[in-house]
C-alpha cells in the first residue's frame, strides 16, 4: 500500500494529472461558451415567426431534440468516426470539441429558451407596438432580464457537463481521466489512481457547484429586492 | 473520402442491436426505482432525522452529485480488483448508478416534501389523521405532482446514461453497437442506427411518462 502510493504521488504523476485536469476544464469551458452561442441562436431561431421562416424553426427544434435524446458516449463515436471518414487523421482533440459543442448547445437551447420565456409578454407585445425589430426586442429587452435565469442554469449544467468529459478519454482524447489510465496502465495500483482521479473531479466540480448556489441566491435576493423597490 | 455507407452489412446484427434495448430499459428501471427509495431514504434523514444523520445526509448528496458516474464505475470496476473485490460487469453498473442517482434522487425528493406547507399537515392533524394516512393522502400526493417532471427528466437522464455501462462491458445498447461495429468496421451505420434507437427510446419513453403523469397524479406534462 504504503509502496503504491509512493510510486504514485511522484511530482511528475501529479504534474501529469494537473495538465489532465487543465484539459478538462478547458474542454468544460470551450463547451459552455460554444453552447451558450450556439444555445442562443437555437433559442432564436426557434422563436421566428413567419411560414418561410418554418424549416428553420423545425430544423433548430429538431436539431435540440435529437440531440439531447442521443448519449454523449454515441455523439462521441459517431463524430469520430464521421470526423475520419471527412477528414482522415482528424486531432482528437477536435473530436472532442465538435461533439461537445454539439451536445452543449443542445442542452444550452433549452436553459435559453426558458430564461427568455421568463420575461414577462406584456413587455414584449409593448415593444413589438412601438415596432422593436425582434432581434432587438430580444437584444435590448429580453436578454438583460434573462440573463438573471440563464446565469445560475448555466453554471449548474457546467456542473454537471465537467463530469461528463471524462466520456472524452474513451475517444482517446487527453483529459483528466485519460491521465488517469495512462497511469492505470503503467502499472500503478488502479485503485489509488482512481481514487485520485475522483478526487480531482471532486475538487474542480464542488467549488463549482457552491459558486452556482451562491450565484443562484443572490440573483434571486437581487430580484426580490428590485420587486419591492 | 474514400468511405461509402453500406447498411446491408450490418443487416444480418441489426435484430441483435435492437435487442439491446432490453438490457438498457431493465438497467434504467433498477437503478431509477433503486434510486428513487434509496434517495428518498436518504431526503427524509436530512430533513427529519436528528443533526448527526442529516450531516452524514448532506455529505451524502455532496459527494455523490460530484463525482463522475464514470469514474465512479472505473473504479469500482477497476480499481476495487487490486484489493480483492471482484464485481461483475452488471453488478459494477447497478452500484455506480444506484450509488450515483441517489444523490441527485434525494435532492428532487427533498424539494417536493419541503414544498408541502405546515398548514395543509396541521389541518391534516385536526381532522384526526393518523400519520400513515397523512403520508398517504397529505404529503405523496403533493410530493408526486410537484417532483414529477423532475423525476421524469432524470428518467430520461437516467436511460441515457446507461450507455456508459457499454465501458465495463455490459453488453446493451451501445456495448452491443461497439462489439458489431469492430466486427463489421462499418461503424458509422452501426452508430447511427443506435442514435435513432436511443431517440426513439426516449421519446417513448418522455411520451409513456407524460400519460402516467396524467392518468395517475393529474400532473400536466409536457408530451415531449
Given amino acids: ?229 | 473520402m474514400n468511405y461509402s455507407l453500406q447498411f446491408g452489412q450490418i443487416a444480418a446484427d441489426v435484430p441483435y442491436i435492437l435487442s439491446g434495448a432490453w438490457p438498457t430499459l431493465w438497467i434504467t428501471f433498477v437503478t431509477f426505482f433503486a434510486a428513487a427509495a434509496l434517495g428518498m431514504f436518504i431526503a427524509m434523514a436530512r430533513l427529519k432525522a436528528g443533526p448527526l444523520a442529516s450531516r452524514l445526509a448532506g455529505l451524502w448528496v455532496t459527494l455523490t452529485t460530484n463525482s463522475p458516474l464514470f469514474v465512479v464505475l472505473f473504479f469500482l470496476f477497476n480499481g476495487l480488483p487490486n484489493w480483492g473485490i471482484l464485481l461483475s460487469p452488471i453488478a459494477a453498473t447497478l452500484i455506480a448508478f444506484i450509488v450515483i442517482s441517489s444523490g441527485y434522487l434525494a435532492e428532487i425528493q427533498r424539494g417536493g416534501i419541503q414544498s408541502v406547507r405546515q398548514a395543509e399537515l396541521d389541518a391534516a392533524e385536526t381532522l384526526g389523521m393518523s400519520r400513515l394516512q397523512i403520508l398517504r393522502f397529505v404529503i405523496a400526493p403533493h410530493v408526486i405532482k410537484t417532483t414529477y417532471p423532475a423525476l421524469s427528466n432524470f428518467f430520461i437522464f437516467t436511460m441515457l446514461g446507461t450507455s456508459m455501462a457499454s465501458l465495463v462491458g455490459v453488453n446493451e445498447l451501445t456495448g452491443r453497437a461497439i462489439e458489431v461495429s469492430s466486427r463489421t468496421f462499418r461503424s458509422i451505420e452501426v452508430f447511427s442506427l443506435v442514435a435513432v434507437t436511443y431517440v426513439v427510446l426516449s421519446l417513448l419513453a418522455s411520451a409513456a411518462l407524460a400519460l402516467v403523469g396524467r392518468w395517475l397524479f393529474r400532473v400536466k406534462a409536457r408530451m415531449i
Fill in chain 1, 1 to 229: 500500500m504504503v509502496d503504491h502510493m509512493f510510486a504514485l504521488f511522484t511530482l511528475g504523476n501529479m504534474q501529469f494529472l494537473l495538465r489532465g485536469a487543465g484539459m478538462t476544464l478547458l474542454l468544460t469551458v470551450i463547451g459552455c461558451t460554444a453552447g451558450l452561442i450556439g444555445g442562443f441562436l437555437l433559442a432564436y431561431a426557434r422563436g421566428i415567426k413567419g411560414t418561410l421562416a418554418a424549416p428553420l424553426r423545425w430544423g433548430a427544434t429538431a436539431f435540440v431534440e435529437v440531440f439531447r435524446r442521443i448519449p454523449f458516449l454515441v455523439t462521441l463515436f459517431l463524430v469520430l468516426y464521421t470526423a475520419q471518414m471527412i477528414v482522415p487523421r482528424t486531432p482528437l482533440f477536435w473530436v472532442a470539441v465538435v461533439s461537445i459543442c454539439l451536445l452543449c448547445s443542445a442542452y444550452m437551447a433549452e436553459i435559453v429558451r426558458s430564461g427568455m420565456e421568463s420575461v414577462p409578454a406584456p413587455q414584449i407585445e409593448a415593444a413589438e407596438v412601438m415596432n422593436f425589430s425582434r432581434w432587438r426586442i430580444t437584444w435590448m429587452i429580453v436578454l438583460p432580464q434573462a440573463w438573471k435565469v440563464i446565469l445560475p442554469s448555466t453554471v449548474s449544467y457546467m456542473v454537471m457537463f465537467v463530469k461528463d468529459t471524462a466520456l472524452a478519454s474513451q475517444a482517446g482524447v487527453f483529459e483528466l481521466m485519460f491521465a488517469g489510465k495512462a497511469l492505470a496502465n503503467r502499472g500503478l495500483d488502479p485503485f489509488l489512481v482512481f481514487a485520485t482521479v475522483l478526487f480531482a473531479y471532486f475538487a474542480i466540480s464542488w467549488p463549482l457547484a457552491r459558486f452556482g448556489r451562491w450565484l443562484e441566491a443572490r440573483l434571486a435576493r437581487r430580484t426580490h429586492e428590485g420587486d419591492r423597490r
